[in-house]
């Protein structure tokens, strides 16, 4: 009997470490509960080097019923005697509280009560708190093994004689209010920096002017908010992608094109480059240095208002591509965000775009695939000029890809006028995707 049963229980005598592999890859609950297996499992999951909670409203209480503000602080509580109860150093710490902002009392006390409980304990390697529950403020501790820090949602400030993270290698702040001061002495005490940094900042009273210095950085995603008053790389000769995006409105657009701009000619030795933003509308009303280039540049993507494309942004669009002479892959989303200049536009682009250009190292050499993303109602004209553009120029595109999502009869119209077009490489291949369809047009 004895023999049976030690045949059904294997699992009990795997090594710890790897039993402690299995209860970190289940919920909390459910590694205290397996304390009932046996008098082996009984303390188990007090050795677990990771904690990895969450709090999600939808979850609690009885639907139709209103919610408990006192549910969240007495969640935490459970989570604070969770982490006391754990006897070893915690290498991993993931807590996500999703509340009503406008509703839950300050509950800044308890978030830090659990940081100050880790710093205690010691070994963390990745902290990553995404918190909904108001203006929640952390003093951030300087533990000296973190790796990895993610941040959502809450209001950072570093205490006085803070050291830095001196092995971390990711940086993620997304939608963190920090003050200047903090937000520079946060990452220039951070020179290990290697993997991925990401900014998505609100500054609590002043703007923030940062000038970033990433010795050993190889992708970079920032976000420019309406806080950002400048910002520029000073240093990252490691930096291997860049994703530059905007996230506000309310913004002087000529202050804003000389930001962009900054930005983006700091990081010119950088191999793929995502903006995400109108980039040529900010470009054309700059000045623009025209004998700069990027080196090393083989992947771009970016948006194109194409309703709103006029004569500057046409230069702003042909100094893009003159400064890139060894581009590769180029991504362009169209979109629509005013129709009433179709026909201006469409014109336009007749007489500029559709025309033999010289000059292009890129579109001679190098630039082999070509994707053009159609969002919203289009005019069909405008947006296939576009298209005729590289299908006349690029001299060896393998590969245009086409997705969009239109009404059929446009398709169709696309199609026609996509089989008549003049192709300069003998390689080209058109693609035409969207939802349900997939079409390869010849165009040779």
Request: glycine letters at 2%.
């Amino acid at each position: 009997m004895t023999e049976s049963m030690e045949e059904t229980d294997r699992i009990s005598f795997l090594p710890l470490e790897l039993k402690l592999s299995i209860l970190s890859r289940v919920e909390v609950r459910d590694a205290v509960r397996t304390s009932a297996l046996a008098q082996s499992w009984r303390h188990l999951w007090t050795l677990l080097p990771c904690l990895r909670v969450a709090y999600v409203r939808d979850k609690l209480g009885v639907p139709g019923h209103d919610y408990d503000m006192t549910t969240s602080a007495s969640w935490m509580d459970r989570v604070h005697h969770l982490l006391s109860s754990l006897r070893g150093p915690i290498f991993d710490f993931e807590l996500t509280h999703s509340g009503l902002p406008s509703l839950v009392d300050d509950q800044s006390p308890l978030f830090q009560s659990l940081l100050d409980l880790l710093l205690l304990k010691g070994g963390l390697k990745t902290l990553d708190l995404a918190i909904e529950c108001g203006d929640v403020v952390i003093h951030l501790p300087s533990f000296s093994s973190l790796k990895v820090l993610q941040l959502w949602g809450c209001h950072v400030v570093l205490p006085v004689g803070f050291r830095g993270f001196s092995h971390l290698t990711t940086l993620d702040l997304n939608f963190v209010t920090i003050s200047n001061d903090d937000l520079n002495l946060l990452i220039h005490t951070s020179n290990n920096l290697t993997t991925w940094v990401r900014l998505y900042c609100v500054a609590t009273e002043d703007s923030l002017s940062v000038n970033l210095n990433f010795p050993l950085l190889r992708y970079l995603d920032f976000s420019i908010t309406e806080f950002i008053e400048e910002v520029s790389v000073i240093s990252a000769p490691y930096l291997e992608q860049a994703n530059i995006s905007l996230c506000c409105t309310n913004y002087n657009p000529e202050k804003l094109a000389r930001i962009i701009l900054r930005l983006v000619t700091s990081v010119a030795t950088i191999s793929s480059l995502d903006l995400f933003v109108d980039v040529l509308k900010y470009f054309s009303i700059v000045a623009l240095p025209f004998n700069f280039t990027f080196p090393r540049l083989r992947c771009l993507k970016f948006l194109l208002n194409i309703y709103t494309m006029d004569k500057k942004m046409y230069d702003a669009f042909i100094w893009l591509i003159r400064s890139m002479p060894y581009l590769e892959e180029l991504e362009i989303e169209l979109r629509n965000d005013d129709s009433s200049q179709t026909n201006s536009v469409a014109i336009l682009l007749r007489e500029l775009l559709v025309n033999k250009h010289d000059g292009f190292a890129c579109l001679d050499r190098t630039l082999r695939s070509v994707t053009i993303s159609m969002v919203g109602k289009l005019d069909v004209v405008a947006s296939i000029t576009m298209i005729q553009f590289f299908l006349l120029n690029a001299n060896v595109l393998k590969l245009l890809k086409i997705e969009y999502s239109i009404i059929y009869e446009d398709a169709l119209s696309m199609i026609e006028e996509l089989q008549k077009a003049e192709v300069i490489s003998s390689d080209a291949k058109v693609v035409m995707v969207d939802h349900f369809y997939r079409f390869t047009i010849n165009v040779k």
